[in-house]
């Protein structure tokens, strides 16, 4: 199990404004724990990211210090099945040229 951590209350300086929100100690592990996913399955392992779960207590059980934060769970191991893959929505319904809404032709 692979616990990503990120400490509230640090930043990164950027040089300019964003209109979007950025929240660096969250977003910065989950960006390492998806890369962690694809080096996994690419070694044949399965992986399943876990964002529900009870902080506190995973927090008591791994004795993490209170200022940091657990942001996600990544169980990694060798799969026992090999479900079949779910149904996904078309390319065209996902990808864009230019502008929302005018799908991508490849």
């Known amino acids: 199990m ?31 724990i998806e890369h962690m996913i694809l080096a996994a399955t690419a070694l044949g392992y399965g992986t399943c990211w ?27 191991g060798i799969p026992d099945e090999s479900p079949p ?3 996904r929505k078309p390319f065209k319904e996902i990808f864009f040229k230019e502008f929302y809404g005018i799908p991508l032709e490849l």
């Not at 209350?9 to 989950?30: A, F, V």
């Not at 876990?50 to 990694?76: C, D, H, Q, R, T």
């Open 2 to 32: 692979i616990v990503a951590l990120g400490k509230p209350g640090t930043s990164t300086k950027l040089p300019h404004k964003l209109s979007s929100i950025r929240i660096p100690y969250k977003q910065d592990p989950m960006i390492a």
């Open 50 to 76: 876990m964002g529900a779960f009870n902080e506190n207590e995973v927090g008591k059980i791994l004795k993490i210090p209170e200022n940091l934060a657990v942001i996600a769970l990544l169980p990694v």
């Open 85 to 87: 893959s779910r149904p």
